[in-house]
């Protein structure tokens, strides 16, 4: 996948227990990208085509694709039963229950699913039959089920970040409406060498979001790879999420990857942060032995951005404050009124 130039990444949190965890251990969190909150994530759109030939090449992709699973498949436990009763609907006269059964995005049951898949590919003249009953539904069938053997199957694991920290709609949607953080990590060294996770054998794909409105062309059958539509579908969203500028840290595998403490470089506090809130994250970030710089974010008087800013005593003030056990150096405005 195609890297992104960009070697900082602004990740928005909440204030919780999540966010307390992920710092005291160090880890990042990479998400089953089908729970995100725009529905279409991973799911992009796609154009139809009236093509039969370029629909027929697809069907036989995929159905490469889930054959190179079979044998693992048959291994099923309820591999028979699930067989009799899929083909007992493809062999159905009319056909209407068809695409009801099988046209399923639901993928929990990772077994049935893959099942159904490899049944409904190996089944004789299929492609025919399913085409002439309805064409755009035997599309979206094409579809998703290419969508579950990329994404869902190999269960890549997302966690989302920006290229911006003045984003005020991203402080509102992801920070608890400016009461939270957003960390600043450095993802590259100075050689601009990916430096994020604590082993060198769990490196990550960084990769910034296209936005576009315009639908997927998958039956361009000249064009097409695996690798490329795999790549637009962890990376493509609608222009209407254009504003969060969205860099993603891609992952093979769904769960905590453990990051690398240097990476994390600035801690910026959101303007409707408590005054202990600031001070106790910064002092655990120290004595965990983080070398960061706090900062805040601000409104300002002329612009409905945010303004980043280093943090003053009276930004911590009554929160029982000992700058010495922040373990870090003093800005200069303290150094001075020392």
Same mark, same amino acid.
């Given at each position: ?28 969190? &990479?998400?089953?990208?089908?729970? $995100?909150? %725009?529905? &279409? ?17 697809? &069907? ?62 190996? $089944?004789? %003249? ?70 994020? #996770? ?30 490329? &539509? ?40 959101? #303007?409707?942060?408590? @005054? ?5 994250? #910064? ?18 008087? %002329? ?11 009276? %930004?911590? @003030? ?21």
């Amino acid at each position: 996948m195609a890297n992104s130039d960009n070697s900082r990444l602004y990740k928005y949190f909440t204030i919780n227990q999540n966010f307390y965890n992920s710092i005291i251990n160090n880890e990042l969190y &990479f998400s089953n990208p089908r729970n $995100f909150n %725009d529905p &279409f994530d991973s799911n992009p759109r796609f154009s139809l085509t009236s093509e039969k030939e370029n629909v027929r090449e697809l &069907f036989f992709r995929v159905k490469e694709i889930i054959n190179n699973h079979a044998p693992e498949i048959k291994e099923f436990k309820d591999f028979n039963k699930l067989q009799q009763t899929c083909e007992l609907l493809i062999q159905e006269p009319t056909g209407t229950l068809i695409f009801d059964y099988f046209n399923e995005v639901e993928t929990k049951n990772l077994e049935r699913r893959l099942t159904e898949i490899l049944i409904f590919y190996n $089944f004789k %003249d299929v492609f025919e039959k399913t085409f002439i009953i309805n064409s755009e539904k035997l599309q979206l069938k094409i579809f998703q089920d290419l969508v579950f053997l990329l994404i869902d199957y190999k269960k890549y694991g997302i966690s989302c970040g920006s290229t911006t920290p003045t984003c005020p709609v991203m402080w509102g949607h992801y920070a608890n409406n400016h009461q939270g953080v957003c960390i600043e990590f450095n993802l590259c060294d100075l050689n601009n060498i990916q430096n994020l #996770c604590l082993s060198s054998d769990e490196l990550v794909d960084i990769s910034e979001v296209t936005y576009s409105n315009e639908p997927l062309s998958i039956f361009d059958n000249e064009n097409f790879s695996l690798k490329s &539509f795999t790549y637009n579908l962890l990376n493509t969203k609608s222009l209407k999420w254009n504003y969060e500028k969205e860099i993603r840290l891609i992952n093979k595998n769904q769960g905590l990857l453990k990051f690398k403490k240097e990476c994390l470089t600035k801690v910026i506090f959101g #303007c409707k942060t408590n @005054a202990k809130d600031r001070y106790s994250i #910064c002092r655990l970030l120290a004595n965990l032995g983080y070398n960061f710089e706090f900062l805040i974010a601000k409104m300002q008087p %002329d612009s409905y951005e945010m303004k980043i800013e280093p943090m003053t005593l009276s %930004d911590i @003030a009554g929160s029982g404050v000992h700058l010495s056990e922040l373990n870090i150096e003093y800005p200069d405005f303290i150094k001075n009124s020392m």
